[in-house]
């Protein structure tokens, strides 16, 4: 079979097999090699009192308890504003909307955000939340950033299962006389729990990995608060403090520990939601 | 009664209109902010002299405010990136979607996704502690935070956009055309690479695109490797992005300086390009999706 193809097809044939078998390995290497090395680094330089304190000129040790509490409080803060915009933008669009051209051009704005690079949020969130709307640098101005730069992503996730919800279930209702708004509370808004889910996950995932937009809303400081607190004062996320203890202070041991940190919950989170959205796909059937 | 109910369903109607309409408000806010913060600027150093000036001075007892060594920076190292990513990505992805076992493929994809999710910042880390150095031994360098550190580094990133992106569009391609390809004799390979790949060619562009989109918008990573002088880009050199070049003075700028609202200007040619390649992702997108 082989020979009769002639040597110019096999060539291009061998040839076309050997990049692929190159570039698959080669992407491959690249992944275990980065995860293998960021962990084998990180993962020795964590110790509980790495992970329990806040750093301290005094002893001169290095504890990444605030940047920890700061990632947590970002992402509460965010998701409590993002998920009400993202989920209503998501229900106008495919329960409400009858215009198509509204709907094009809601559709065209996400695409557009969604495509805007982090350092531009992080400069147009520091002239908006922290110099025009005077929050100054907190937690507050660089969590009503990420709710901008993440609106796209739960809308998307919430308008793909809202098209999942077969369309009988509303007819169902409005058959039944009870209005718009009662169908999508009580009908549809279930329907699309897996979808919002899903997004949430996919919004704590980038949270936790962004920085560039948190670097001039959020600051760098190492305070330990309490929430209330914290939302309100400046406080640098892991990442941010990643960055500057890799850049500025030279801590390489610290800056290991934390992108090894980093790797295993961003790690954790997209692989659950892919299980969270295979777990709702065999629920449903 | 019924015009009560009728009443409140036309307020929540009107709620959710105005939930829809917020992605455009925010757009529209970004836009107005780039353009108010950046244009005086331009308009007080003069377009040309902003945009094809060599020199960035801004400190100097005669300031110069050219950004033309960041624009080129980034013209630069994202074709770079493009180079060495997208053959790569390329072919990993026709392997993935045409020839790889269910199990083979589920890894692999699961592998590819979550190198989409580690954080920039990581990325920069082990650039600047494995990659720098590397590239310093190597090519015997002075220093080895340059211009083809930060390539190296973006070619990586935008790996998995490539792959998913041209993954989910040779997939959509008909069988039958394969099938027909099949028919005529041709083996799995000529089929794959010569019916497959042309009928996925808006999609395959369209990753490129948005690769391009990834790279150009990059800061943190690449901060972090490219040493972040001003110079007029050259391979082994230090050089700086229109990116790094905002986020690496803003923290130090006097505000309402005129040093500070040139670099908005900066962001603002940033977001320009940004909404060109944008614009050419929806077209070839579209494309796609009518083909």
């Known amino acids: 079979m082989k020979e009769s193809l002639g040597s110019k097809r096999n060539r291009y044939i061998k040839t076309m097999k050997f990049l692929m078998g190159a570039s698959v390995f080669l992407t491959c290497a690249l992944i275990v090699a980065i995860i293998g090395y960021v962990l084998i680094r990180g993962i020795p330089n964590i110790t509980w009192e790495f992970l329990s304190t806040k750093p301290s000129y005094l002893s001169g040790t290095i504890g990444i308890l605030p940047d920890i509490l700061n990632t947590v409080y970002l992402v509460i803060t965010t998701l409590v504003f993002v998920l009400p915009l ?18 094009a051009v809601i559709e065209y704005a996400a695409e557009t955000l969604s495509g805007i690079p982090s350092i531009i949020y992080g400069l147009v969130g520091m002239l908006l939340f922290c110099q025009f709307m005077s929050l100054k ?14 609106l796209p992503t739960i809308m998307r996730t919430t308008q793909e299962s809202l098209k999942t919800v077969p369309q009988s279930y509303r007819e169902g209702g409005f058959g039944l006389g009870a209005g718009r708004w009662r169908v999508i509370r009580t009908v549809v808004l279930p329907g699309c729990i897996d979808g919002i889910i899903t997004g949430c996950i996919l919004t704590v995932g980038r949270i936790v990995g962004e920085s560039a937009a948190l670097l001039f809303t959020a600051g760098f400081a190492h305070a330990l608060n309490g929430f209330f607190e914290g939302v309100t004062s400046p406080g640098a996320s892991l990442t941010v403090a990643l960055y500057v203890y890799a850049k500025e202070q030279g801590e390489f041991e610290v800056a290991f520990a934390i992108a090894a940190i980093l790797m295993v919950l961003t790690v954790t989170i997209n692989l659950s939601a892919t299980m969270v959205g295979k777990f709702f796909e065999k629920r449903r059937g | ?21 917020i992605t455009v408000a925010c757009v529209l806010v970004i836009t107005i902010y780039l353009l108010v913060a950046g244009i005086p600027a331009i308009n007080k150093i003069g377009f040309m002299k902003f945009m094809f000036g060599t020199k960035w001075a801004p400190t100097a007892s005669e300031p110069a405010y050219g950004i033309l060594p960041f624009i080129l920076t980034s013209v630069y190292g994202t074709s770079g990136a493009i ?3 997208v053959p790569v990505g390329f072919f990993t992805s026709v392997y993935l979607a045409k020839f790889a076992s269910p199990k083979m493929k589920k890894i692999v994809e699961t592998a590819v996704s979550l190198l989409a999710g580690i954080p920039s910042v990581v990325y920069g880390l082990v650039g600047m502690i494995v990659l720098v150095p590397a590239v310093r031994k190597v090519f015997n360098l002075p220093d080895g935070a340059s211009l083809f550190a930060a390539i190296i580094i ?56 948005l690769g391009v989109g990834r790279a150009i918008g990059e800061a943190m990573a690449v901060i ?15 050089v700086r992005f229109l990116t790094t070049a905002v986020s690496s003075e803003m923290s130090y700028v006097s505000a309402g300086s005129l040093h500070q609202q040139a670099l908005f200007s900066i962001a603002l040619v940033l977001f320009f390009f940004i909404m060109l390649i944008n614009a050419c992702l929806n077209f070839f997108l579209k494309r796609d999706k009518t083909n």
């Open chain 1, 86 to 103: 993202g989920v209503g933008a998501a229900i106008y669009l495919t329960e409400y909307a009858t215009n198509k051209k509204v709907v």
């Open chain 2, 224 to 238: 972090m490797v490219s040493g972040n002088v001003a110079n007029m880009p050259s391979l082994f050199q230090s």
């Open chain 1, 137 to 150: 640098t907190s937690i507050l101005a660089g969590a009503l950033t990420l709710v901008i730069m993440n």
């Open chain 2, 83 to 85: 180079i060495l990513g």
């Open chain 2, 154 to 209: 973006l070619a990586i990133m935008i790996l998995p956009s490539i792959i998913k992106v041209s993954m989910t569009s040779l997939e959509a391609v008909p069988p039958e055309y394969e099938e027909g390809s099949f028919a005529l004799g041709a083996t799995p390979v000529e089929t794959y690479f010569r019916v497959s790949v042309t009928a996925a060619k808006s999609g395959i562009v369209a990753a490129i695109v």
């Open chain 2, 1 to 21: 009664m019924k015009s009560k109910k009728q009443l409140i369903e036309n307020i929540i109607h009107g709620v959710f209109l105005i939930l829809g309409l």
